[in-house]
Each structure stands twice: as C-alpha cells, then as structure tokens.
C-alpha cells in the first residue's frame, strides 16, 4: 500500500508563503487524482486543491489565485505551492490521493503538516 508523507508547513506571516510536499512511497501514476486537503479548528476537512493523472486541477473558491497544485511523477511527488498566505489558511493540512477500483473509490491519506498563519 502506498503511504503519503506531508512536509513543509509551519508558522508564516500574513502575505507570506510556503510550499507544501507529498511524497508517495511508489507511482502517483496509479492514482487517478491527488489532492490537498485542510481541517482548521473547529471546522470540516474541506478540499482546497486537487490535480489529476491528467494535469486538470481545480480549487476552492477561496484559494484560487493564490494557491497553486503541481506533481512530479518522477519523483512522485505533489506541490501546493501557498502565497499569499491568510490566517484563515490555518490549518492541518492533509494529502490525498484516489483511485478506483471495482469496489469503489479508495483514499489515501497522510498524516497531515500543520500550516499557521498568524504575525
């Protein structure tokens, strides 16, 4: 089973930046999406970028424009490039990644980097 590990959050100030990384231990090929995910206090898990085997991405509304999604098959690896950093953007944030199967839809997750946006 493929595991995902999430690295490069922490604190930053407002207007700041930061990248985020998730490294699959084998091919993000055999996915047929992966995504980044954020749960701040008190709040649901909610989608903030996804990108799939075929390079189309989509946003939430509320990061569009400052948030970029990226993947290096390569190195198996996925980007969430953040600039412009809000303190509403606090948040553990998580990688996901999906694929299919006869049974049905199948996700796997990381263990989360925490990303703090506060002066």
């Known amino acids: 089973q493929v595991q995902l590990v999430e690295s490069g959050g922490g604190l930053v100030q407002p207007g700041g930046s930061l990248r985020l990384s998730c490294a699959a231990s084998?091919?993000?090929?055999?996915?047929?999406?992966m995504g980044w995910y954020r749960q701040g206090p008190g709040k649901q898990r909610e989608l903030v970028a996804s990108i799939t085997k075929g390079d189309s991405t989509n946003y939430a509304d509320s990061v569009k424009g400052r948030f970029t999604i990226s993947r290096d098959n390569a190195k198996n690896t996925v980007y969430l490039q953040m600039n412009g950093l809000k303190p509403e953007d606090t948040a553990l944030y998580y990688c996901?990644?999906?694929?299919?199967?006869?049974?049905?839809?199948?996700?796997?997750w990381g263990q989360g980097t925490q990303v703090t946006v506060s002066s």
């Open positions: 084998g091919s993000i090929l055999s996915f047929v999406a």
């Open positions: 996901n990644a999906r694929r299919t199967s006869w049974s049905g839809v199948i996700d796997t």
